[in-house]
């Protein structure tokens, strides 16, 4: 069954492997054969109808949601916040006059969103669950469902969920964005543009060896590292740094590249790792620069970079995908990274210490 690890040594390694067969899943679930995208009407006229979206959620849950503002806005044009679960329960924010919710859970049962929703249902807000798990407890008590159809997720740290469900935003912005009869919407061609970027991730799937040799050379004995990146690149520096210090306990953190000379610079010793994330255009100049001010301070710079801004140097190259969706793959030598760092390091993989797979109690 799809739950059992066959000849792989964790489930982790199979499920980051998954990951090209979930996009076409996806595809097949919400694509039509015009590219046009088929979702509950009634859910995306009170999503049109709202004027800011609200997405709740936990974990690598809420860096899927990181992506998810960029494609809602700039897709769908939707103004859109992203929230802890466990900080807006108690502290919500000054809410738009007609909010709408998405809670984002692999598991659907995750305590700190169900708080939440428990009382968007109070204040009669509508709301949308993108869960894993069909009939799971947020799935159940939210107005509306999408599922990831990324299969079961047994790895306590999580990859195929965060793919699928930014993946599952991709759609659902450009089904409001086509709602709304926004060009952009409707010239985001999703059949073409999921299907280059499983090719992608498959492509970095295969490199397994080279991710097991650069974990070797630079996360083998460190106590720290850091993700880099600005943007779209930053929600998944934050999103590779969780990967990283979960399951190899090597203290890692996601910083905006720009912000590391207001303070995290100081952090910076001989053979510091620094893995620098760099998809974005505009901004790869800029990367680039803050990547020489820590060299200059002895860090160890890997750089994962978008093929058509690569240089002689750069360690892991990704394939060309539309850029609100390079996070599906740029994530993928991150997750890779982690798991190699963990294994070399002699840690459960599977099972870190400390961490559940699904935390049902605030
Ligand atoms: C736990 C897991 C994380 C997960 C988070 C949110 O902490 O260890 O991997 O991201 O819960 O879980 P959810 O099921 O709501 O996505």
Redesign the pocket.
């Known amino acids: 069954s799809a739950s059992e690890k066959g000849a792989y040594e964790h489930y982790m390694l199979k499920e980051i492997d998954e990951q090209p067969a979930v996009m076409r899943a996806l595809q097949q679930v919400y694509l039509n054969a015009d590219g046009t995208v088929e979702i509950d009407d009634e859910m995306l006229t009170a999503i049109k109808n709202s004027e800011r979206i609200y997405v709740v ?5 809420y860096h899927a949601g990181l992506v998810g503002r960029e494609l809602f806005e700039k897709i769908a044009q939707v103004p859109t916040e992203v929230h802890v679960a466990s900080e807006f329960a108690y502290n919500p924010p000054l809410l738009a006059e007609k909010p709408f919710f998405i809670f ?7 305590a700190d ?1 169900r708080e939440v929703l428990k009382r968007v249902n109070e204040w009669n807000y509508p709301s949308l669950t993108i869960t894993n798990v069909p009939n799971s407890t947020l799935s159940r008590e939210a107005s509306y469902t999408m599922l990831l159809h990324a299969g079961p997720e047994i790895a ?3 990859t195929k ?1 965060y793919t699928a469900q930014v993946a599952v935003e991709a759609i659902l912005a450009k089904a409001i964005g086509q709602m709304k009869g926004l060009q952009k919407a409707i010239e985001f061609d999703l059949k073409k543009e999921l299907t280059l970027v499983a090719n992608a991730m498959q492509i970095m799937v295969d490199e397994k060896y080279n991710m097991e040799m650069l974990a070797d050379e630079y996360l083998k004995t460190t106590r720290n590292a850091f993700y880099i990146g600005r943007g779209i690149d930053y929600d998944v520096a934050i999103e590779a740094a969780l990967k990283l210090k979960e399951i190899s306990y090597i203290q890692t953190e996601g910083f905006a590249s720009g912000e590391l000379k207001h303070g995290t610079i100081a952090l910076i010793e001989e053979g510091t790792p620094v893995i620098a994330i760099i998809t974005n255009e505009l901004t790869a100049a800029h990367t680039r620069s803050n990547v020489q001010e820590v060299i200059a301070r002895g860090a160890n710079v890997i750089r994962i970079v978008m093929d058509s801004l690569s240089q002689d140097q750069d360690q892991i190259v990704i394939p060309e995908v539309h850029p609100l969706l390079t996070p599906l793959v740029s994530i993928i030598p991150a997750q890779l990274l982690a798991y190699y760092a963990s294994k070399n390091r002699g840690y459960d993989v599977d099972k870190p210490r400390n ?5 049902t109690v605030e």
């Open positions: 959620a936990a974990g690598t849950s984002l859970s692999q598991s659907g049962e995750t969103s306590v740290a999580s969920a961490l559940a797979k699904s935390v």
